[in-house]
């Protein structure tokens, strides 16, 4: 897409709020927005790529007008129409196959990346160049690299960006049962001393679902659906035969795809432990794995994997449920466990008079209105993204691993080739 076009785009943007503020002037509020709605003029428009299970249960309740659907499996798009049109009331959008069309529409502002994570970094790259703002599911990418370059699309392109989780800002934070922002105030307020350990564990409320998201060696070549574009499917994935075990719901079990549990759940879970820990801008300085050798194709299983920081805080991520009794958090003033509902009153007292932790822009739609940066949005989700990845990387090589936050480079040569991965023709970055 050219330089051109995006100037287009933003010219169009600003003429259309030019448009919305003379509307305003002119028209009175309750004639524009009646009972209470919003007002047509302030109505966002959405399109979405990817018609799986996380746009059925997430992406189409998500505040904005339909405009557009697309999915490269017919049966899958003609199943999220039906509950679009039938259960969320939408009547004026149109369905595609190739997410290309979606992008290329003018009238679209938010496009809403709902795909395998192979996918994420191409499209999100494609609609900064297309001036569209990004709602992204998570993992924000599936390699560094891929990160790295979403990261660049969006801030050349002036766009605003989300990844599609909410711990660090909203809602009871697993098995903490309190929300993130108390956890935080507790820390930054050395609470718990310094340097801190972190371990995520069943045994603290967070499950990997490893065995779930493993994959099956040696996959058999089968007959491609009719309904299904595979080809499409795997996009700039490596050229493998089809089997059903590869695409939908169980994808996260192949390494050209996702990164089996840790891929899954990492940023959920890691996301939210930067935000608490004040990592946001940095990665840790090691990765420790403790894994059988994997297999060439699928993910398998890991027992440990622990992140070091520069400054001593680690992360202990337990696969195999072998740390019962642990503490969600531990430093050498105090430690917090898995909540119960009196811990959290408790909490809730002992943090209430301590000093807030700055405050965070958690509407969306307001941020892109606004042009202002998401809680959680490219820079700080590159930095979870990389951590998770870093995990997957140590993973799939079965390997320790030193990084630096500055280079963004293993010290080692072969982790350092699955941080830009080739893509397949046509599809590049």
């Known amino acids: 897409m050219s330089s051109s076009h995006f100037t287009r785009?933003?010219?169009?943007?600003?003429?259309?709020?030019?448009?919305?503020?003379?509307?305003?002037?002119?028209?009175?509020?309750?004639?524009?927005?009646?009972?209470?709605?919003?007002?047509?003029?302030?109505?966002?428009t959405k399109g979405i790529i990817g018609c799986g299970n996380i746009s059925r249960?997430?992406?189409?309740?998500?505040?904005?007008?339909l405009l557009?659907?697309?999915?490269?499996?017919?049966?899958?798009?003609?199943?999220?129409?039906?509950?679009?049109?039938?259960?969320?009331?939408?009547?004026?959008?149109?369905?595609?196959?190739?997410?290309?069309?979606l992008i290329a529409r003018d009238d679209i502002d938010i496009v809403h990346i709902a795909t395998p994570p192979h996918w994420h970094g191409k499209m999100a790259v494609e609609a900064a160049k297309a001036g569209k703002d990004i709602w992204c599911?998570?993992?924000?990418a599936r390699t560094i690299g891929e990160a790295m370059a979403m990261v660049k699309a969006v801030e050349k392109h002036g766009r605003i960006f989300?990844?599609?989780?909410?711990?660090?800002?909203?809602?009871?934070?697993?098995g903490m049962g309190a929300p993130v922002s108390m956890i935080k105030k507790a820390v930054m307020n050395d609470m718990l001393g310094w340097p801190l350990k972190v371990t995520v564990s069943k045994h603290t409320g967070f499950g990997w679902k490893l065995g779930m998201w493993s994959g099956t060696p040696g996959l058999k070549p089968e007959s491609v659906p009719a309904h299904l574009d595979y080809d499409m499917w795997l996009g700039p994935a490596p050229k493998k035969p089809y089997n059903h075990l590869r695409v939908h719901d169980r994808f996260r079990g192949y390494w050209d795809y996702d990164g089996g549990g840790l891929g899954d759940m990492?940023?959920?879970?890691?996301?939210?432990?930067?935000?608490?820990?004040?990592?946001?801008?940095?990665?840790?300085?090691?990765?420790?794995?403790?894994?059988?050798?994997?297999?060439?194709?699928?993910?398998?299983?890991?027992?440990?994997?622990?992140f070091t920081y520069a400054d001593g805080c680690k992360i202990v991520c337990d696969g195999n449920d072998s740390l019962e009794g642990a503490a969600?958090?531990?430093?050498?003033?105090?430690?917090?466990?898995?909540?119960?509902?009196?811990?959290?009153?408790d909490l809730v007292k002992k943090v209430k008079d301590l000093p807030e932790p700055p405050e965070q822009n958690t509407d969306f739609h307001q941020c892109v209105r606004e042009r202002k940066k998401f809680a959680l949005n490219e820079q700080n989700a590159f930095w979870s993204s990389t951590m998770v990845n870093m995990g997957i990387t140590a993973h799939r090589?079965?390997?320790?691993?030193?990084?630096?936050?500055?280079?963004?480079?293993?010290?080692?040569?072969?982790?350092?080739?699955?941080?830009?991965?080739?893509?397949?023709?046509?599809w590049q970055i």
Request: hydrophobic fraction near 30%; include cysteine; glycine fraction near 8%.
């Open 57 to 65: 249960s997430q992406h189409l309740s998500m505040p904005g007008k």
């Open 9 to 44: 785009s933003t010219r169009r943007q600003a003429i259309k709020s030019l448009a919305t503020l003379a509307t305003i002037q002119i028209v009175p509020s309750h004639v524009l927005g009646k009972n209470g709605q919003t007002p047509p003029s302030e109505v966002l």
């Open 328 to 345: 969600f958090i531990q430093g050498p003033k105090g430690k917090m466990m898995k909540r119960l509902q009196s811990d959290i009153v």
């Open 266 to 306: 990492g940023q959920h879970y890691l996301d939210p432990i930067q935000y608490i820990l004040g990592k946001d801008g940095e990665a840790p300085v090691s990765v420790e794995i403790d894994a059988d050798p994997q297999d060439k194709e699928a993910v398998g299983k890991w027992r440990r994997i622990e």
């Open 397 to 426: 090589l079965n390997k320790n691993l030193q990084f630096n936050s500055k280079t963004l480079k293993f010290d080692d040569e072969q982790a350092n080739g699955l941080i830009n991965q080739p893509m397949r023709e046509p």
């Open 68 to 101: 557009a659907l697309c999915d490269c499996d017919s049966q899958h798009l003609a199943e999220v129409t039906k509950i679009a049109r039938e259960k969320k009331g939408e009547k004026d959008f149109t369905g595609y196959s190739d997410w290309r069309e």
């Open 137 to 140: 599911e998570k993992p924000m």
């Open 162 to 174: 989300r990844v599609n989780t909410w711990f660090r800002f909203q809602g009871g934070f697993y």
